[in-house]
């Protein structure tokens, strides 16, 4: 740990100290979930479950020490302290407020549900079955609000709202409506004006593999260095779902391959490696106190859209990128030339499954979750009613209906994993790239001729030093801000969107 | 954990609920060792090193909370607890006796001491400069005779007596003079006689690679799978250095692999998954208490060596294992025949190097850092003249001198790392296998065939019995009397070398 600023026993060097010890403790159990996904054989699951379990224990016992309120006080009056010390109180403040408003019994039981209904899932999802779910939902969901209602009271919010601020610091529902109602006013008739001008394409002749995993593990960790992950301090691992995780200075990142298919293991490399920038890149004087942290998770989720929607699905980066794969794959004919490439990057489809959805229905996809929740958790809607609400709303968003449950309501895990309020941070953090994305390249006008020549250091080093390394200094408003000159709105991503499916085809 | 048998808040349901937690904690390190030995990018190191200091903190502060003593002292009155209670009781008074023993400065000025005096070795050694390390190794060898004399106060032994209880409970120096002085003896006439017959061989052909690390790789997971590793509950991965670790149920080994010569990482394999066997067969219903754990070191040593030197040394095995490697390796020619693979690797050879050697001069190695680490303790002698007393010890044992201390007294981290103690543990697990493996031959005659048919199932169901599924329900002791009728003295396993090397060549 870096010494604070502050004298050895100020009430502000205590705090550094205890919260550089939580983050110690964090650091541990990022690496034991990293192994658990990635390394664990199968026989171990039981005994790491009580390890975890202890881990999270002693952590909350750390975060919830007595003696972390006097020192805040203390501390908050401290007229020494500096920019980063005050916005370090801010946030110890923070985490410190959601990790004491929930009653231990309250967190225990809905550890229970959640592990019971995660369980109850996997089988519902493959049996298309949302009656076998809806009880143990029904109760992850009464618990879900009940903590919402706990910490909403201490913040005084709502308990969506308590929910939403978990994963988005500051977010509020009602910012939230304006910018989803846009976007929902705007994307039905984008997607049948874009799916018009794509039927009219020709057809590209496929990309035939196999492409065997050592090649594209090697194809990735290419692409990885030329985006300018330090391995260092990370590595690529296979897992089923893919992520970023680890720890503090061992930022390790995941993929899975299809031996059929590369571009989308290497697209999943190329999103992951910009959540790794981010982690990377967060302030080293600050490590391990809470203002070190990423901002939350609409600024996280932008770092990886940035990457993967707004620099790697450019026409720049496909043509630099284009004989890279063809070399990698030992590809040869039509199907790997630079344009090609990119019309397959950017075909949309209007489908059922949001995590195979393109840049132009996936906020569809979300919204109608967004909407779906916070009715939920208002209980301003019965949970029984999901099913026909989520397939109206499909039909209202993308104009399909999804023919059962297993590729409607019940296919993603966030709900049965007490993920409630995570959603619309997929959408903030599309349209908060298109903005970062916009000002950079404003900034610097070489930004994308660079990428054009597998360059990505004049990107990085602009998201480095206007997002990276101030971690949790600024608020997110006040981030992006700083940042762009404005807070979110949905006019670049809007035009963004325009201009690469419709204008310069 | 599995429930006591004992009522739910007695004494002896308390410790058992607390050694439980002390064990989800100790897993955590375990897996957090072995992704540090393995996975973990160079750049974590210093995150990484705060994590385990603050794990072992955390873990002393469960180790001596100070409500053990009473639960202690009342469970030991209860007369409803069964055997495998008892003797649970047993180890957990053991080990908190020695995790109490020591006072916690002493204990943080020994790590510090320690981590500074690994680093000074590292240079040292490489520069042949045992000047460079005395003064570090001499504030090291203070502290760990300290630590001795802490330990040896409350446990009523000398300080050597009280570092070597940590590795072998119940070791004594006098018992291991005994044994070690028979084997001194015996070795170096033995020696004399083996080198004349071997010198008398035709020379074999070598065995010519390159041999791929994948191929390597996969006659070694398939040697484990015949040997009885549990692959649902550990995996095999690469270090510099060989270990077995990992967690309850999740046993995890490690080698490393020289493509011109996959004889010493196959062996590696089969000498870690004799660990790892002992590991994954110790008493699942105790598992998480002390009396689960494996019983010290010098039982850990006899599994490894068992496989290793008496089993997979054998001709029986080899004729099995021949054709296994030679398809696997792509060999072919009169070098890949059984015997002449027999004949590879039961050469015997006087060294400088105590990893490098072969069966017959290994334990003149160990005789000579034994009897030096003794002295050294006990202030016998001054550190500074251990480059002299090495040279001379080296002479007399295995008739060579080493031209420098980089083949000399620098070879081992032991010292250096504060293993004081240790040395003992392998000569003492090389008797004990010979003594086990002896008298489970007699107990199935069919053992030793059925290794030749690739079939260790016999020899594993021996030790699963009669050693693995004790954990420590027995003292070391009484373990190797109920195994093999007697406890540990030199015969069989100076009978087995002279049947091996000079009998029935």
Redesign the interface.
């Known amino acids: ?1 870096s010494a604070p600023n502050s004298a050895p026993n100020s009430a502000y060097s205590e705090l550094h100290a205890h919260f ?2 939580v983050a ?2 964090a ?2 159990v990022g ?2 979930q990293w ?1 658990n996904d990635t ?6 699951a ?3 479950a ?2 975890m ?3 999270h224990v ?1 952590r909350h016992g750390m975060m919830t020490d007595p003696r972390i309120g006097d020192w805040l006080a203390e501390a908050e009056e401290d007229a020494s302290l500096g920019a980063w010390e005050k916005a370090n109180l801010r946030e110890v403040r923070r985490v410190w407020t959601i990790e004491t408003a929930v009653p231990p019994d309250l967190v225990e039981a809905s550890s229970r549900a959640i592990s019971a209904c995660e369980m109850t899932w996997r089988q519902a999802r493959a049996d298309a079955d949302f009656k076998a779910l809806l009880p143990s939902l029904t109760e992850v969901l009464k618990l879900q609000r009940a903590i919402g209602a706990a910490k909403g009271e201490k913040l005084g919010l709502s308990a969506y709202d308590a929910l939403l601020n978990d994963y988005e610091p500051g977010g509020r529902s009602t910012a939230i409506d304006a910018l989803f109602d846009d976007l929902a006013d705007f994307l039905p008739g984008l997607t049948a004006e874009v799916l018009a001008v794509q039927a009219r394409r020709p057809a590209d002749p496929p990309l035939t593999g196999p492409f065997p995993v050592a090649a594209q593990r090697a194809l990735g960790v290419e692409m990885m260095g030329v985006l300018g992950y ?6 690529l691992d296979v897992s089923t779902h893919p992520f970023c995780g680890g ?4 930022v390790r990142i995941t993929t899975r391959y299809d031996e059929d298919d590369f571009t989308s293991a290497l697209m999943g490399v190329i999103h992951e490696t910009g959540h790794a920038l981010y982690e990377q890149g967060r302030p080293q004087a600050q ?2 106190q809470p203002v070190s942290l990423a901002r939350g998770m609409s600024i996280h989720e932008s770092q990886s859209l940035l990457m993967e929607m707004q620099a790697c699905r450019s026409r720049e980066f496909l043509r630099f990128a284009a004989p890279v794969m063809r070399k990698a794959m030992g590809g040869s004919g039509q199907a790997w030339e630079a344009e090609a490439l990119w019309r397959r990057y950017t075909e949309v489809e209007r489908g059922f499954i949001r995590v195979d959805a393109d840049e132009i229905t996936y906020p569809a996809h979300v919204i109608l979750r967004y909407r779906l929740e916070k009715a939920l958790i208002a209980d301003a809607m019965p949970l029984a009613e999901l099913p026909l609400a989520w397939n109206a709303g499909m039909r209202d968003l993308l104009g399909v209906t999804p023919p059962n449950d297993r590729l409607g309501c019940l296919q993603d895990v966030h709900w049965p994993s007490g993920g409630w309020g995570y959603f619309p941070t997929y959408t903030l953090g599309a349209m908060t790239a298109a903005q970062l994305f916009d000002a950079a390249c404003r900034a610097n006008t070489d930004i994308l001729p660079a990428i054009g020549r597998g360059d990505f250091a004049p990107l990085v080093n602009w998201l480095r030093s206007n997002i990276h390394i101030y971690g949790s200094f600024y608020e997110t408003n006040d981030l992006l801000i700083h940042a762009t000159g404005r807070p979110l709105d949905a006019s670049v991503f809007k035009a963004h969107l325009r201009r690469r499916y419709i204008e310069e085809i």
């Open positions: 740990m550089g010890r110690a403790l650091n541990a690496i034991l192994d390394m664990m054989p199968r026989g171990a039981g005994q790491r009580e390890s379990a202890l881990l002693l330090d391995f260092e301090r990370g590595r720890a503090d200075n061992d490590l391990g």
